[in-house]
């Protein structure tokens, strides 16, 4: 069974600071990886999506890795702002591509 | 652009009673999943749908069900309610089977 983890669960930062979430996962047979935006109470925001045969992908502010050999993925934000606080979630595709499996999440706190 | 439309956005409902979600994909998306996020957790696949036919299923309890239908739209029924199934409740779609999943803003469902 597919299991995700995402360390930290929970970080603050001052703003301006660049900052990396991590994303691990047990097994590498996966389809993609898609990482997502979830404000309190509210719904899933899809920030990137990494299909198994990239290793990266970037948006604005955000980069994101994918290294299915070893089951990691990061997120990378830039000059991190106040707006970017928020939960944010790594989930993979399963090998045939119809389900996701979420991490836990990382709680980003970032200051003014 | 079009996206993902569920309805309710907010249900109360007692314990025992049964409810019914809806979901709306977005045109062309042929594509259904369904997941829970409880208080606190990450979510959770329950069911996925292709071309109106049940493609994988995860920990969805007995005492739910889904269909799509023949215009795509999807419906999770829930009987004899149970003050655990307290939760937001996200459809998804994508335009195939392991493409994007794209996701609605969620039905809070609230058992009393």
């Known amino acids: 069974k597919q299991e995700v983890t995402q360390i930290p669960a929970a970080l603050s930062v001052p703003e301006g600071e660049n900052l990396v979430l991590n994303c691990s996962f047990t097994?590498?047979?996966?389809?993609?990886l898609q990482w997502f935006r979830q404000d309190p109470g509210k719904g899933l925001t899809s920030l990137l999506l990494i299909q198994s045969s990239q290793r990266e992908q970037t948006s604005g502010r955000l980069n994101a890795s994918l290294d299915k050999s070893s089951g990691r993925s990061t997120l990378y934000i830039a000059a991190s702002q106040p707006g970017d606080s928020a939960t944010y979630l790594c989930?993979?595709?399963?090998?045939?591509?119809?389900?996701?499996?979420f991490g836990g999440g990382t709680r980003l706190m970032v200051k003014p | 652009a079009a996206g993902v439309i569920q309805s309710p956005r907010h249900l109360i409902k007692e314990k025992r009673e049964t409810a019914t979600l809806k979901c709306y994909p977005i045109p062309r998306h042929d594509t259904v999943y369904w997941y829970q996020q409880g208080p606190g957790q990450d979510p959770q696949f329950l069911i996925s749908?292709?071309?109106?036919?049940?493609?994988d299923k995860g920990s969805i309890p007995d005492r739910f069900s889904a269909q799509q239908f023949s215009d795509y739209h999807s419906e999770l029924n829930m009987s004899s309610l149970e003050l655990g199934d307290s939760a937001l409740y996200f459809c998804?779609?994508?335009?195939?089977?392991?493409?994007?999943?794209?996701f609605g803003p969620g039905t809070r469902l609230t058992v009393t």
């Open positions: 989930a993979v595709y399963n090998n045939a591509g119809n389900m996701l499996t």
């Open positions: 749908f292709y071309e109106k036919m049940q493609s």
């Open positions: 097994d590498s047979a996966i389809y993609n």
């Open positions: 998804a779609s994508s335009l195939r089977q392991g493409d994007e999943q794209y």
